[in-house]
């Protein structure tokens, strides 16, 4: 009975996610039917007996109150920082300098594909300063696609190498990144070095070499002629940020790494002190090129705006994903498919691969990474613990498939802001990110079972 109304359940979840409601309400209202449906029926209690509120229909609240109260205050106040730090580098510009920097040595490079493959590759290791997928690509469709489109690669070939170039959220102060570690129990500079890199290395050139081969196909097949044309200039020198910007973006992550394990222990640095000092830094900068004290204060308003919409978009996710997830676990779901699976021999191989395959169909699906990912990233020390695996082993490719298969979505953010701003068709353009995204994939779960199963 608790499967099949789980089932039920989940399913209108993913239909109303499917049809645009709002993914905080549908996973809290899930969690809530789940959890009392649990308690009627006598498959399950809410909370235990000591911390129970004497209510069964409050200690569904209860949950939620405690739940946001320790998101918010730890791992949320890290993803908040992260988000305000990315809106304030935003606003002055240091993120499009960062960008300008970054791209100019491809420009050496002769074959146009080349550079369209080399700008993908910068484009990763941008992610490691720029977070967000879809504002990274956002820079990269003023900064990069012009620049693409002179050299005379196709319209489609441009955006949908920019379209996936955060295919893999990588970066220790990703948003993901952040929950993932924390879920495993790891420090996020540590998860980030022993387990996101290795992969990385894994993914980055096969992607590359992937969207070399199969954007110069698709132009060649579509008739698209390689003729280079003058790169117009759009813009001034007074909207143009100094070039030394470009280092204001990096200084919390090099901040986190240089104080860590990693090299100087004995100075404690976390993520959300590091996005403190970067934003002061960059109000120092802001002052020398203004002079203006009033506009500079004014300005940090951005970062204070940046801060709310983390807490209003991510960690209501994050804490809604956790509601859903209790639910599954109170009305004793989660315990039947694990015990199902080791009944059955499907094995903790089977299981991740089964975990990682939800993922990646929901990401495509529901148009978003992040939504998927947090509804069952709190399930995972539980499945793993039955199976006898490390939590990281079974997180990082659920995480990072997450990330990858939202590129094939027509309806993820950053495919129809990038086909949006390159004038193609979003169906188009995933039809142009599919066999990279595929790829990748395939990379991440051979790598992950290779390297740490």
Known sequence: MGIVISLLVTFWVGFLI????????????????????????????????????????????????????????????????????????????????LVKLTIRPLLALRSPYLVMA????????????????????MLLMVTVFPVLISLGVSRLSATAVIATT?????????????????????DPVLYWTNYQ??????????VAVLHYF???????????????????????????????????????????????????????????????????????????????????????????????????NVITLIVAGETFAKGLMTIGTIDSIIASAQSSGFGAAGMI????????????????GNAPFFAFAAL??????????????????MHFAASAARAISPITAVIVVSSSMGGVSPFDLVKRTAIPMLGALLVIIVANFWLFY
């Open 18 to 97: 499917v049809k645009k409601y709002k993914p905080q309400p549908v996973l809290f209202m899930a969690g809530l039917i789940l959890m009392f449906a649990a308690a009627m029926l006598g498959l399950g209690e809410i909370l235990p007996a000591k911390s129970s509120t004497g209510s069964v229909l409050f200690d569904a609240f209860e949950f939620i109150k405690q739940t946001m109260s320790s998101r918010a205050a730890g791992l949320g106040l890290n993803i908040m920082a992260v988000g305000g730090f990315a809106r304030y580098m935003d606003h002055i510009g240091a993120s499009k300098a």
């Open 118 to 137: 080399g700008a993908w590759v910068v484009g990763m290791f941008l992610g490691l300063c720029i977070n967000s997928a879809s504002g990274l690509a």
């Open 166 to 186: 955060l295919c893999l959220d990588w970066s220790p102060s990703d948003t993901g990144t952040i929950l993932s570690a924390t879920t495993a129990g790891l």
């Open 197 to 206: 890199i290795p992969i990385a290395i894994a993914v980055i050139p096969v």
């Open 214 to 312: 199969v954007q110069k196909w698709f132009d060649k097949r579509d008739g698209h002629v390689v003729q280079a044309t003058e790169l117009a200039a759009t813009e001034t020198a007074e909207d143009t940020p100094p070039m030394i910007y470009a280092i204001l973006p990096a200084l919390p992550l090099a901040l986190i790494l240089v104080f860590s394990s990693l090299w100087i222990s004995w100075i404690k640095m976390d993520i959300i002190k590091a996005m403190f000092i970067g934003v002061a830094i960059g109000m120092i900068f802001e002052y020398i090129r203004h002079r203006d004290g009033k506009k500079v204060f004014a300005d940090i308003q951005s970062f204070f705006d940046g801060l709310g919409m983390q807490m209003a």
């Open 353 to 368: 691969l089964v975990m990682v395959g939800i993922i990646a169909v929901a990401s495509v699906v529901m148009g978003s």
């Open 380 to 397: 995972t020390p539980t499945v793993a613990a039955k199976m006898s695996v490390a939590p990281v082993v079974m997180l990082l490719p």
